[in-house]
């Protein structure tokens, strides 16, 4: 996909009413897209990244009533079909000239529409369409041009947090642009003409790519080879932009709440979820440098793992774990594909090396310290489950050729930053000196 999808979207069955909104949009020079509704339907593409949503109140049956609950229904019904999960935070503004609905509105999709899914507005506003256009023609009224566009750049500017989430958004598209600009730069000079220009700026990409992961390995994943070499310098831009001192006092205002009241092990988990692993549907691979996967379930057996790992199931759980004896059934069996970055990047051959770990719910019961061989995860929350943490051993390895695991079912993905915690972890106790000394 190469256009992105819009992020000010207006829905409106009224075609004069919609364009008096994208009028201003265009004034503000903001791109916005205007959805002239369907009874059909909606295209779901074109709400894939929205994070203001312009609504009409009456998309259907303009007969007055006294019960808006039919719209107010239909209206949740559009939310639930339409609002990626992927797409991000969004603001629901009520473009109506029924300004007395909107708290009902309020009230019926706090109840509709469940608190963790994605189709639940950040924030409701309204936006009176009679007091800025002709209701009947559309056409916006008197001396009111000006006061609709800032009431549009209010209804966004007013929630200080989407205000800062959207600047962010805009600063890592400026990033990326500058990255882009710098990488164009790589092309000579007498190469820069347009016959020549896809050619030479082809060459570029194919050092760069050969350079992050080896010229042999390229052709296997081309995009993941430039990523890994331009993903760095993006990152560098984002973190190092100038800060307009509007953008700063936006983001003071956005992160203003109480950073210390203390989260349930749910919520913990929710936002160590984000920060720190990748989960379907993302795709991942049992041979994915991070990858945590299930241990087969032929495997979790006293034999099996005396003979793979020199260990039982209860020695596992009660002498390496710690674990009270009756806690053992509340613990999955895992394994972490581990092993350096570099020998990932470029395919290497040879066995792949995987750490046992069990996922251990919070609140499990223990007879002592955990031994200094275990390295210990954030609580983590994974599909609504109960809250974890990832409890890896680094004396238990595992080394398996890739066609060995083909059959084997991922969970999920740590993260760069956690898997270096715990490579660093594994590597640091492996490696660790002993002497004789007597004192």
């Known amino acids: 996909m190469i256009f992105t999808s819009p992020r000010f979207v207006v829905v409106d069955d009224d075609s004069r009413h919609l364009n008096a909104i994208l009028n201003v949009f265009q004034e503000l020079g903001t791109p916005c897209l205007g959805v002239t509704y369907q009874p059909e339907g909606l295209d779901k593409a074109n709400f894939e990244g929205v994070r203001a949503l312009f609504l009409d109140l009456h998309l259907i049956d303009h007969t007055p009533t006294t019960d808006d609950k039919q719209h107010f229904a239909h209206i949740a019904g559009l939310l639930q079909d339409n609002i990626s999960r992927s797409g991000g935070p ?28 994605p189709a639940r507005p950040l924030a409701i506003v309204s ?19 000006r006061d609709l566009r800032d009431a549009v750049a209010a209804t966004i500017e007013d929630i200080p947090q989407l205000a800062a989430l959207l600047s962010w958004e805009a600063d890592v598209q400026a990033a990326a642009s500058e990255t882009l600009a710098t990488l164009m730069e790589l092309v000579p000079d007498e190469g820069q003409h347009s016959a ?32 890994s070499a331009l993903a760095p310098i993006l990152a560098d831009r984002i973190v190092n932009q100038r800060e307009s001192e509007a953008a700063s006092d936006v983001w003071k205002s956005a992160v203003a709440g109480n950073s210390e009241t203390a989260l349930d092990p749910m919520s913990l988990g929710k936002v160590n979820r984000m920060l720190h ?77 995987y750490l046992l770990a069990l996922e251990v719910p919070v609140g499990c019961r223990r007879k002592g310290k955990l031994p200094a061989s275990v390295w210990s995860s954030p609580t983590l929350a994974v599909n609504e489950d109960d809250p974890f943490v990832l409890e890896v051993n680094a004396r238990y390895a595992l080394n398996m050729v890739k066609a060995c695991t083909e059959e084997w079912q991922s969970v999920y993905r740590l993260r760069e930053q956690l898997l270096m915690q715990l490579i660093a972890h594994a590597g640091s106790y492996l490696t660790r000196p002993g002497i004789v000394s007597l004192r």
């Not at 007395?100 to 469940?114: C, G, M, N, W």
């Not at 936006?127 to 041009?145: C, H, M, S, Y």
Request: hydrophobic letters at 40%; a negative charge.
């Open 127 to 145: 936006l009176p369409k009679d007091q800025f256009i002709n209701v009947g023609t559309g056409g916006v009224l008197a001396d009111k041009a």
């Open 277 to 353: 692993i990748a989960v379907p549907p993302e795709t991942i691979k049992p041979i994915d440098w991070g990858a945590v996967v299930k241990l087969p379930d032929a495997w979790w057996t006293d034999e099996k793992m005396k003979k793979r790992f020199d260990v039982t199931r209860c020695e596992l759980l009660e002498q390496e774990h710690m674990l009270r004896k009756e806690e053992g059934e509340r613990c999955r069996p895992r394994l972490v594909r581990i092993g350096a970055a570099c020998d990932h990047a470029q395919n290497r051959p040879g066995p792949l090396t």
């Open 90 to 117: 969004f603001v629901l503004v009520v473009w109506t000239a029924h300004e007395q609905s909107v708290e009902p509105l309020k009230t019926y999709l706090d109840e509709a529409i469940d608190e963790a899914s």
């Open 196 to 227: 020549e220009f896809a050619d030479r700026l082809g060459g570029v990409l194919a050092r760069l790519a050969g350079a992050a992961v080896g010229e042999p390995h390229v052709a296997a994943d081309p995009r993941a080879a430039i990523t």
